[in-house]
Structure formats: structure tokens, C-alpha cells
């Protein structure tokens, strides 16, 4: 895939409707995104499978014939592009609907529900090479309230890749700036070769979102 050069015309949103100011903006930030132009002209599901190639060509995640897990995976871009990376094995879930993917085990269901990991193991059906989440709370305005949900979820989801990531294996998640509080760094850091946060270039510069990369599981 080549990346967005960010040269496109830029719009203004015309609408008979009137809309907030906030909705408006919205739309016209979307509307010239260089990343959702390049996603519709490849047919790819969303402008955020550009988020995990450009973290996949630098911290080299993802190889053919692993087994990996896409945690809050709608409406299917990361998915996507781990079927292009001829992946053996995706396991995806998400409490939103996501149409069929070839070669995608999907289950519409909320993570947080009890039964998730369970359901998920079963699917998969042995160990996993990589777990992905790009899980999120919604969003209430509120800084600390959002950070604590978001790192409540990654709490979750790394509670689910300790049980099934191979020795060897990558744990990558979706957190807020400011990084992921120090209690659930100092669990994850020493499980892995190597931790760190990256911003990937397809992440909005507005957006507090980063990722932890975690590679190299001890087991």
C-alpha cells in the first residue's frame, strides 16, 4: 500500500441540514482525509488499517502462518489486513456488527462480557502468535474518567493475551496519552523483550490514542 500524501483538494461540507459546529467540522476533517481517500480507493474497510500496516512495516508484527487474535475489530480493518499478510488463523470480536471476512472467525459480542474470553479460546483453537486490541470506551469529555475506562479495557485484554500469546509473542494495544498507568506497566514490561509506545503516522495528530507494543513474550 503506498501512503496518503496528503495533497488532496480540500472540501467543505455542504448540507441542507443544519448541523453543529462540532458535527460539521467532523465531517470535513473526514471528508479531506488523506487516509480514508487511499482506504476507499484500495477497498479497504477503514482508514485504520493503515494504523497496524504502519506499526507492522516498523516493528515487523505480523508474518504468514501465525495465529492471531483482533480484539474490537468492526468494522474490520485490521482484519483486513492480516488476511493480506496471508495469516494463518484470525480470531475477531467486536460488540458491533462486522460483515464476513474470508479466513476471519468473527463473534459479535461485547469483550467485557464474562463469557468472552471463554467463546474466543474456543474459537481459536490453540495458542496465539499476536493479540491486537484497538478496544475503546466511549468517551465522556472527561479526562480522567476516559483514561480509567481505557486502561480498565487494556487490563482486560492483557489479561487475555497472558493466557494465550506463544512464548515469543506481541501484545498490542490502543491507550490514551499519558501511557498506561505504571501498576499495568509494571505487570506487562517484564513478561516481554521489549515494550514501548508508538503513535503511528495514520493516527490523528488531534487524537490522544497511541499504542503499546509489546514483543518478545517470555512466557
Same mark, same amino acid.
Given at each position: ?12 461540507? /455542504?448540507s441542507?441540514?443544519? &448541523?453543529?459546529?462540532?458535527s460539521?467540522?467532523? &465531517? ?5 482525509? #488523506?487516509?480514508?481517500?487511499? $482506504?476507499?480507493?484500495?477497498? *479497504?474497510?477503514?482508514r ?10 516498523? *516493528? ?7 495465529? @492471531?487474535v ?15 499478510? /496471508?495469516?494463518a488463523?484470525?480470531?475477531?470480536? %467486536?460488540? *458491533?456488527?462486522? %460483515?464476513? &471476512?474470508?479466513g476471519?472467525?468473527f463473534?459479535? !459480542? ?9 467463546? *474466543? /479460546?474456543?474459537? !481459536? ?8 486490541? %484497538? ?7 472527561? /479526562?480522567?474518567?476516559?483514561? &480509567? ?14 493466557? @494465550?500469546?506463544? #512464548?515469543?509473542?506481541?501484545?498490542? $494495544?490502543? @491507550? ?8 499495568l ?11 514501548k509506545?508508538?503513535?503511528?503516522? $495514520?493516527s ?8 503499546? @507494543? $509489546? ?5
Amino acid at each position: 500500500m503506498r501512503r496518503p500524501s496528503g495533497r488532496e483538494r480540500t472540501q467543505r461540507v /455542504k448540507s441542507g441540514k443544519k &448541523l453543529k459546529t462540532s458535527s460539521t467540522k467532523w &465531517l470535513e476533517r473526514h471528508i479531506n482525509d #488523506p487516509y480514508v481517500h487511499e $482506504a476507499n480507493k484500495l477497498g *479497504l474497510r477503514s482508514r485504520a488499517a493503515f494504523k497496524i500496516m504502519q506499526m507492522d512495516d516498523k *516493528l515487523r508484527l505480523i508474518k504468514p502462518g501465525m495465529r @492471531v487474535v483482533d480484539l474490537g475489530s468492526a468494522p474490520g480493518g485490521w482484519s483486513q489486513y492480516l488476511g493480506q499478510k /496471508k495469516v494463518a488463523k484470525i480470531t475477531a470480536i %467486536d460488540i *458491533l456488527p462486522m %460483515d464476513p &471476512l474470508d479466513g476471519v472467525d468473527f463473534i459479535q !459480542m461485547d469483550f467485557t462480557d464474562n463469557e468472552a474470553p471463554t467463546k *474466543l /479460546k474456543e474459537m !481459536m483453537g490453540g495458542m496465539a502468535d499476536v493479540v491486537l486490541s %484497538d478496544l475503546s470506551p466511549n468517551t465522556t469529555g472527561h /479526562k480522567r474518567t476516559d483514561h &480509567l475506562r481505557m486502561v480498565a479495557l487494556v487490563e482486560m485484554a492483557w489479561d487475555f493475551a497472558e493466557e @494465550v500469546l506463544k #512464548p515469543g509473542g506481541a501484545f498490542v $494495544a490502543k @491507550v490514551f496519552q499519558g501511557g498506561t498507568q505504571d501498576e499495568l506497566l509494571s505487570l506487562i514490561k517484564p513478561r516481554f523483550a521489549t515494550i514501548k509506545h508508538v503513535k503511528p503516522p $495514520a493516527s490523528r495528530q488531534e487524537s490522544s490514542e497511541v499504542y503499546l @507494543v $509489546a514483543q518478545g513474550f517470555k512466557g
